[in-house]
Structures are given as structure tokens and as C-alpha cells.
């Protein structure tokens, strides 16, 4: 972990990065509480800070405020060091933003102990954060496909359909569906059909632009954003998806699956967000009535029922 340290004292200085080197730690060292407070705002400021409080320029003090007018999930973990050891200015430090303080001349050990303290603090806010991280993705997230859930998909398709009402241009959906899935799973059993899943996901996908989205709607049902498209970039674009799943064989263990997977799409037309889906998705019926393994594009909203 990189170790910030603020001291004026030339002597002082390389005597804390020594012994902070020592126990394992990288140091930053600055002689004033500019400098400091420059370090404390980087982007990839450290972590931990050890300030001096009497300093040229701006005290430890008065960095420990600037730092935490900051918002940050990832604040530093100060400590200061002071020969002012009354109990009002270790309080005035304290409401400052200090989290810590050690008297000078200071004791190894203690520091050290404090220190380790400091350290096990930011590392558990670090996994605080991770962890809220992969809480906010899984609820975000299809947890077989990785790809975006019912939940996301539908409000992805809200916020383009506002975004299109708001500034025009086009927008297009499509709705896939893996053909005869039920026999996969008959056949081969649900951890196969669970590869296929992912397998198709994966295939489809590939051939989306960077914008476009996907999301599981249902069982082995997606849905397709395709924000700035018209019907002919619609067509082309599940065509894409169609041809990529049916290029060749999912293969799992020893066995090859041939998979293919039927698509209709919907080009928005002023409806709401049930109509557009129910568009693309009687498209994707009628794909499935002229034999599967194909693309449908729904006629205007008026037609669709939308």
C-alpha cells in the first residue's frame, strides 16, 4: 500500500520513510502541506496519510479539511503527527478530518500499530466496495448469460424510447427466441441446455454494434435494442445474429448441437412499451410459423396492434 508522508523537518522525513519502508509499505514524501494536499487529490492518490500538523503553507489541519470536502467512495485514512498532545487541538484535528493522531517524538511501535490499523480500514472499505459493485451488477444482470435482465433490458428500452421522443431519430428492437430449446433439454439434459443458452448469447452478441443492448426477457427469449436503426438496419442486424447462432455447432463434451434460432423485429412508432414489444414479438411468431431460423420484421404500429 502507498503511504503519503507530509513533514517539513528534512531529518524527520527520511527518518519516517525509512522505517515506513521498512514495514512494507511505498512512500510518497512531501516537505509542506501544498504539496501534500496536491497528492491527496490526484486521481491516484494514496491511500494512507501520515501529516505533520505544523507545516509551511497549509497545516496537516488544514489538508485534512480540504481532503474531505472531497466526495469520494475511497477517502484516505489520515493520521497526524503533533507535539500538541491537549485535548483540544487533538479534537480540533479530529473534527477536521484526521482519523487518527500519534504525539511526536512518536514510538515505533505505536505508529506502526496505528499504522496497520489505517491499513486494514481502507482494505476493508475497499471490499465494502467491490462487494456493493457486484451487488449492483447482479441485480442488473441475467446470472447464466451475463447479460443484461428482464428488470434492465425493459428499462433500457424506456430510456431510448425517451431518448427518441426527446431528440428523434430511429430506434428498432428485435426479440429472439432458441428454436425446438425444449428438445435440447430433453435430450441432453439442463445443464446442456444451459450451454446453448450461453453459447447463443455469446453468438448473437458478437455482431451487435458497441450501442445496441440484449437482455434475457424470458427462458430462452431476448430482447434487442438497436438504438439509430430503420427497418433496413434492423434486418441486416438479426439477419447477423441469426446467421452467427447457425454457423455451426454448439458443442458440449463430445457432442455437437445444431441451434438455430428465430428473430422478429419492431421499428418504434411512437407506441408504448408493451406495444413495441408486442410488435417484435408477433414478428418473432410469424418467423416461427414460416418454419423458424429466420428473421420477421413487424409492419407500422397501426398494424401491429401497438
Request: one cysteine or more; charged letters at 30%.
Amino acid at each position: 500500500m502507498r503511504v503519503l508522508i507530509a513533514e517539513d523537518d528534512a531529518t524527520s522525513r527520511l527518518l519516517l520513510k525509512r522505517v515506513l519502508t521498512g514495514w512494507g509499505y511505498e512512500v510518497t514524501a512531501t516537505s509542506d502541506g501544498d504539496q501534500a494536499l496536491r497528492e491527496l487529490l490526484a486521481d491516484d492518490a494514496p491511500r494512507l496519510a501520515i501529516l505533520d500538523w505544523m507545516m509551511p503553507g497549509m497545516d496537516g489541519v488544514d489538508v485534512c479539511r480540504r481532503v474531505r470536502d472531497r466526495e469520494t467512495q475511497q477517502p484516505p485514512y489520515i493520521i497526524l503527527l503533533t507535539t500538541l498532545d491537549e485535548k483540544g487541538h487533538v479534537v480540533t484535528g479530529l473534527k477536521a478530518g484526521a482519523d487518527d493522531y500519534v504525539s511526536k517524538p512518536y514510538d515505533p511501535d505505536e505508529l506502526r500499530a496505528r499504522v496497520a490499523v489505517g491499513r486494514r480500514l481502507v482494505e476493508l472499505n475497499e471490499r465494502l466496495i467491490e462487494a456493493q459493485e457486484a451487488l449492483e451488477v447482479l441485480a442488473h444482470t441475467d446470472g447464466l448469460t451475463g447479460v443484461l435482465n428482464r428488470a434492465a433490458i425493459l428499462a433500457e428500452v424506456e430510456t431510448e424510447m425517451a431518448r427518441e421522443r426527446r431528440e428523434g431519430g430511429r430506434l428498432s428492437v428485435g426479440m429472439l427466441d432458441i428454436d425446438y430449446f425444449k428438445n435440447v433439454n430433453d435430450t441432453h439434459g439442463h445443464a446442456a441446455g444451459d450451454a446453448v443458452l450461453r453459447e447463443v448469447v455469446a453468438r448473437a452478441a458478437s455482431v451487435l454494434r458497441p450501442y445496441d443492448r440484449v437482455g434475457r426477457f424470458g427462458g430462452e427469449e431476448f430482447l434487442v435494442i438497436l438504438p439509430g436503426s430503420g427497418e433496413a438496419e434492423l434486418g441486416i442486424v438479426l439477419e447477423r445474429m441469426r446467421a452467427a447462432v447457425a454457423a455451426g455447432p454448439v458443442v458440449i463434451g463430445d457432442t455437437g448441437v445444431a441451434v438455430t434460432v428465430s428473430l422478429g423485429g419492431a421499428v418504434y412508432a411512437d407506441d408504448t412499451t408493451d406495444g413495441l414489444i408486442a410488435r417484435a414479438d408477433a414478428a418473432l411468431y410469424a418467423a416461427k410459423g414460416r418454419g423458424r431460423d429466420c428473421v420477421v420484421l413487424a409492419g407500422p404500429a397501426a398494424e401491429g396492434g401497438g
